[in-house]
């Protein structure tokens, strides 16, 4: 899939947990994983996308 490269997505929790892919559906999953089991709370699907970014490569 062309364009698909540049389009990493990052989400960083408050506690400085960060999870960076170019998979939306992954970040997703793995942001709602960490916020159960560290902070033993549920993120939904929405919450997750709403703190997704593009993530910024080291120039
Ligand atoms: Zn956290």
Redesign the pocket.
């Known amino acids: 899939m062309p364009g698909e490269m540049m389009g990493a997505k990052m989400v960083q929790?408050?506690?400085?947990?960060m999870v960076q892919s170019h998979n939306e559906n992954e970040i997703v999953k793995m942001a709602q994983m960490?916020?159960k089991d560290?902070?033993k709370s549920d993120l939904s699907m929405r919450d997750a996308r709403a703190m997704m970014k593009p993530a910024m490569m080291m120039r």
Do not use: K
Not at 13 to 17: I, L, S, T
């Open positions: 929790c408050d506690c400085g947990f960490h916020v560290t902070h």
